[in-house]
């Protein structure tokens, strides 16, 4: 996959949004009291800004993802998005602007197994009410090379297959941001270059902001700004 050619991209237009995450504090309760993972994190996500956030398992990586979309609340601060702090709002309107907002690709691609690669892209796109859906998935379909799968079932593809039709998943729905969760941590060295290569075209490609948390150095090369989560703080 690695060395596969690449599609020429057509340009998407994105919302244009600011977030501002704030004083970020995220604690737990351990065996022996509460146990602080985020300790007053603050950082700001401009429109088409690309920033890659590392550091150590257990570090809090991933839990600043889920505050930052929505998915879990924080022990103290405020995620703004859209001019208002997330967390002053209720559960429904809260799940609306997330999925108004952001696009997801995670770790284990979270594929559905019933349905084919072109199902897959046109179930997101459908749940959104987006029109002519059909015509949008099969576009981003040949746009990360899968064309010749479409009507096949995720666990005929490879790994790295998998991950394309996630990230096209995420970017059919026109998203303003896309939160990627260690998009290669389940790949080997071959087909986590080519996902490198295929979300830094489609990157570049969109107007989206991208918000990545990795283990692999290389891959947060891919984004302009790079933070390392040490001891609950994020570190240029």
């Not at 576009?139 to 995720?154: F, I, T, Y």
């Not at 896309?178 to 830094?200: F, H, R, W, Y």
């Not at 918000?211 to 692999?216: N, S």
Request: glycine content about 6%; charged content about 20%.
């Amino acid at each position: 996959m690695a060395h596969e050619s690449l599609p020429q991209f057509e340009t998407f237009r994105y919302n244009n949004i600011m977030i501002q995450l704030t004083d970020i504090q995220k604690n737990y309760d351990g065996p022996s009291g509460e146990i602080e993972i985020l300790t007053g994190v603050s950082i700001p996500i401009p429109p088409k800004a690309s920033i890659a956030i590392t550091g150590p398992s257990g570090s809090g990586k991933s839990t600043l993802l889920r505050i930052l979309a929505g998915l879990e609340p924080p022990t103290k601060g405020r995620v703004i998005v859209h001019n208002q702090n997330i967390y002053d709002l209720t559960d429904d309107d809260r799940a609306t602007l997330r999925s108004q907002t952001f696009g997801f690709i995670f770790q284990s691609f979270r594929l559905f197994p019933a349905l084919t690669v072109i199902e897959n892209i046109q179930l997101s796109l459908d749940i959104k009410g987006t029109k002519n859906s059909d015509t949008i998935a099969h576009e981003w379909m040949e746009n990360v090379g899968l064309a010749h799968r479409k009507d096949h079932l995720p666990e005929t593809l490879s790994g790295g297959e998998q991950q394309r039709v996630a990230i096209a998943r995420a970017l059919a729905t026109n998203p303003s941001v896309i939160v990627a969760d260690e998009p290669t941590g389940n790949l080997d060295k071959k087909n986590s270059d080519g996902i490198q290569t295929m979300l830094q075209s489609c990157m570049e490609a969109s107007n989206a902001a991208l918000v990545l948390v990795t283990h692999d150095i290389e891959l947060a090369k891919i984004c302009d700004t790079q933070y390392e989560l040490s001891n609950g703080q994020l570190l240029k």
